[in-house]
């Protein structure tokens, strides 16, 4: 399975960002899928998460209320809608498949990233 993150970009302070991954490959059956951050000089973390089926999501409290992840299975994609961005969320976003937990070990498959610069 391959993951591909695209739609980071450079944006200001309040403003939105739409995240997607795209699923490629031997997909048997929708993965739950997560998305996580890294930026500079900091571990990756946990950011958001999806069961298979969109039903039951999950949420880094700083991001709660402000980004919204969903799926669309019949194109094997996941988003991250990104909403009021702070430059605390200024980071690498990752997605990955293959469970809906905080901790990055959990995860089979992981995309290669896509920046998001909050800045003015």
């Not at 194109?75 to 937990?101: F, H, R």
């Not at 995860?107 to 990233?113: L, P, S, T, V």
């Amino acid at each position: 399975v391959q993951l591909q993150a695209f739609g980071g970009g450079l944006v200001q302070p309040g403003g939105s960002l739409r995240l997607s991954c795209a699923a490629s490959g031997r997909i048997f059956r929708p993965y739950p899928m997560g998305w996580f951050r890294q930026a500079p000089g900091k571990e990756r973390e946990f950011v958001s998460s999806i069961n298979w089926n969109g039903i039951t999501t999950y949420y880094k409290g700083a991001v709660k209320g402000r980004f919204t992840i969903s799926r669309d299975n019949g194109k094997n994609t996941v988003y991250l809608q990104m909403n009021s961005l702070k430059p605390e969320d200024t980071a690498i976003y990752y997605c990955a498949a293959g469970s809906v937990s905080e901790a990055p070990g959990g995860y089979d498959y992981w995309g290669r990233g896509t920046l998001v610069t909050v800045s003015s």
